[in-house]
C-alpha cells in the first residue's frame, strides 16, 4: 500500500503516480500473478494471429483509438481506403504494450490505498452518435477509478479533496522515449493531440457521464526505466470540446480537411504543420511519410488539389 506522504498530494496526477510508482517498488505477488495469467491468453491469441497475417492493404474501422483527432483521417476511414497492415515484424513490440499494461494495472492495485478502487478493461457500447457503418460499435476502457475521499484525508491536501471528482477514467499508453517525452511536454489544453489521446478518453468519458470529472492519461515509458511513468489530468472543458470536435469529424459526408495544417499568411503561400511534426503527417515537401496511416494518401490529395502549392 502507498505510504503515507510527508506533503499531502496536492495533483491527481502525483497521486496517481505516486500509486503506481509504490506497486512497482512493493508488487503485491498475489496481484501480480492473476494479472498475467490472464495477460498470457491475451498474448497467445496475438501470436496465433501472427500465423495468418496478410500484408495486403486494407481500409480502418472507425474505433476510438484510430486518432480521430484529424477531419482527414476520418474522410479516409469513411470512403474505406486502404492502408497497409502493421508489419509482421514490429507487432511483437504491440506484445510489449499489453505487458506493460498489465504491470501498470497491478502495480497500481498493489498500492491503492483504502478510499481508492480500481476496475481494469471494462467492455462498453459507443454512444448512440457513433458511426455506424465500417466500425467497431464497442470499446474498452483501460480504468475506471473510484474514490472515497473521507478515506483519503490523511493523503490530499484540502484543495484537492475539495476539487477531485468520485469517479474518473484512465487510460494508458506505452510509449517510445520519443513519444513519452510528448506525452510530457505536450500543451493538450489548447489543443494539442497528435496521437488521438484526448479523443479517445473524450469518447470514453461520455459514455461513462464522467466528461465534467476530467480524465487520466497515463503514459508508461518503454524506453527507460528511469522516468517509466508520466501522468496527465485532462480538464473537463478540453473533454467536452474534444467530445464535440469528434461528433462534427465523424458524421454525415464526411469531407476531407487536413486539421494539422493550416495557412501561413504573409509568407511564400506554402502550408505548414499546425498542431503535429513531421513526425506525425510526414514532410509534404520531402515526401516523407509520417506516423499517420493515411500519410501518404493526404500528401497525395494535397498536391492533387494544390492544398500545398
Known sequence: MLNLPDDKFTTLEDFIGAIIAAGKERPNTEI??????????????????????????RPRMYRPSA??????????IQELIPVD????AT?????????????????FK???????????????????????????STGTIDMVLYFEKELLTDYLSEELLDTMPLKIIADVKSTSFFG??????QDYETGGNDFGYISQLAIYSEVENTLEAG?????????????????????PERLLDEAAKVKKRTQGDVLWKPEKFEDTPGQTGVRVIKKA??????????????????????????KLTGYNA
Not at 490472464?38 to 495486403?56: H, K, M, N, T, Y
Request: hydrophobic share 35%; charged share 25%; with cysteine.
Open 32 to 57: 501480480f500473478e492473476e494479472t498475467f495469467r490472464d495477460l498470457s491468453d491475451e498474448l497467445l491469441q496475438s501470436i496465433r494471429a501472427d500465423a495468418s497475417f496478410s500484408a495486403e492493404p
Open 85 to 88: 497492415p502493421i508489419p509482421a
Open 277 to 302: 511534426s513531421d513526425f506525425v503527417c510526414g514532410n509534404w515537401a520531402t515526401d516523407k511519410e509520417g506516423y499517420c496511416p493515411y500519410s501518404k494518401q493526404c500528401m497525395e490529395k494535397r
Open 215 to 235: 480524465a487520466l492519461l497515463i503514459g508508461v515509458n518503454r524506453n527507460s526505466p528511469q522516468d517509466p511513468v508520466c501522468v496527465r489530468f485532462i480538464s
Open 110 to 136: 498493489s498500492a491503492c490505498p483504502e478510499g481508492v478502487r480500481a476496475v481494469i478493461e471494462i467492455g462498453i457500447d459507443l454512444p448512440a452518435w457513433w458511426p455506424k457503418e465500417n466500425s467497431r
Open 91 to 107: 507487432r511483437p513490440v504491440l506484445r510489449m504494450g499489453h505487458t506493460l499494461h498489465a504491470e501498470t494495472y497491478a502495480a
Open 180 to 185: 513519452f517525452k510528448k506525452m510530457k511536454t
Open 67 to 76: 486518432n480521430l483527432s484529424c477531419q482527414g483521417i476520418s474522410h479516409f
